[in-house]
């Protein structure tokens, strides 16, 4: 099961677009529908309770390259 990231973090209360996004089941960075099927690890899942961001913004991100 997915966390949610906490909407009061700065950067949320900072952004209350981004904060929209995740309270509407988006990703904050290019607003595509978070999946939790989606997520390939444990690691992953965690850090969607930090940022909100879905698996390919996740990748992007951090510069995990898939063959998908």
Partial sequence: MLTPPDLNKPAFLLCSSS?????????????????????????DKKEYSISGMCQECIDETFGVKTNV
């Fill in 19 to 43: 904060a929209r996004l995740v309270r509407d089941g988006k990703c904050p960075t290019c607003a595509k529908a978070i999946k939790e099927s989606d997520f390939r690890k444990e690691l």
